[in-house]
């Protein structure tokens, strides 16, 4: 791969901090890796983006971007922490040789450890200066909040990139966002906050109750803050559409009455199943990337099909 100046600068810096993030190998298509300076951030992201074997056989094509939250995670489970991984490009490759999607040009931000909440976290709760301080004291955030910067970066500095680098269609019908735990928050958030952008996100295992030893002795305040968010700045259902799902185990076993009514939140709102909306409880499921594996075709087909071909009925009552 070919490295302009930047680049170069952005990766000697990520070099300084640390050992570069490992390659990932995809077992269909091909891994472009990026080491890209955010202004918005003041930080080097690594980006990998997946190309289908659709763009690689076609120059003339131009596919749906998808935009995904902790990157690293998506592709090789041979690079990550717990040896696990989301498999998206042999998910996606399946669907799109059977015809059930048109394969997306995937655009994974990795996320940075010690910042991953503060840089993942929907910032505009924080208005609430009584929930931030909460948040510091009981050490759910350890860092400054970079929720705005990061949204922003991906938003319109790494779209930017996207967009002349890549045969990416442009356009909210065209374009959507996806993650899970604080990436399923950030999801759901990017959607509210650049409407203009994004025409669909994916929420996974969305981390609804900030603090989870708070949450389980009671304190309910980050959850109430989030779902007072979306209940302002949701988009039209009329030109947007909303995934979100959980599991039944390990961290997930605390998310379902905040599902509950965010998904009524969202019926309320004029969304519908099966066209604006889907959601699905997945018994048994834990929190982790094997189970977002066995489950992200569903929000894949629910994204990348035209509303009047989607007939899977939800799972959720």
Request: contains cysteine.
């Amino acid at each position: 791969m070919r490295y302009s100046l930047l680049a170069l600068a952005a990766c000697a810096a990520i070099t300084a901090a640390g050992a570069l993030p490992p390659l990932q190998t995809p077992d269909a298509g091909r891994i472009d890796r990026h080491y890209l300076y955010s202004p918005e951030m003041q930080d080097t992201i690594t980006v990998d983006v997946w190309l289908p074997e659709s763009y690689l056989a076609n120059k003339e094509s131009y596919l749906p971007v998808l935009y995904m939250h902790d990157g690293q995670n998506l592709f090789d489970a041979a690079t990550t922490w717990n040896h696990q991984s989301w498999e998206m490009d042999s998910v996606v490759s399946r669907l799109n040789e059977t015809g059930l999607i048109v394969a997306p040009v995937i655009v994974g931000i990795h996320s940075i450890p010690e910042s991953r909440v503060a840089d993942l976290m929907p910032q505009a709760l924080f208005n609430d200066t009584v929930l931030l301080q909460e948040a510091r004291n009981g050490k759910f955030l350890t860092t400054p909040l970079r929720g705005d910067a990061y949204a922003k970066f991906v938003s319109t500095t790494l779209r930017d990139m996207i967009e002349q680098q890549y045969r990416v269609l442009s356009g909210p019908e065209n374009t959507f966002v996806m993650g899970s735990s604080m990436g399923g928050l950030m999801s759901a958030y990017m959607i509210c906050e650049y409407p203009e952008i994004y025409g669909g996100a994916a929420c996974l295992s969305t981390h609804w109750v900030g603090s989870v030893t708070d949450y389980a002795a009671g304190e309910e305040r980050f959850p109430r803050a989030m779902y007072d968010y979306l209940a302002k700045h949701l988009p039209s259902p009329d030109s947007h559409k909303l995934y979100f799902d959980r599991g039944t185990e390990t961290i997930d076993a605390y998310y379902d009455k905040w599902d509950d009514r965010v998904i009524a939140l969202c019926n309320s709102l004029g969304y519908r199943h099966g066209v604006s909306l889907d959601s699905g409880v997945y018994p048994g499921a834990p929190h982790e990337e094997s189970a977002w594996k066995q489950r992200v075709h569903r929000p894949l087909r629910f994204l990348l099909t035209p509303p009047q071909t989607f007939t899977l009925r939800p799972l959720h009552p």
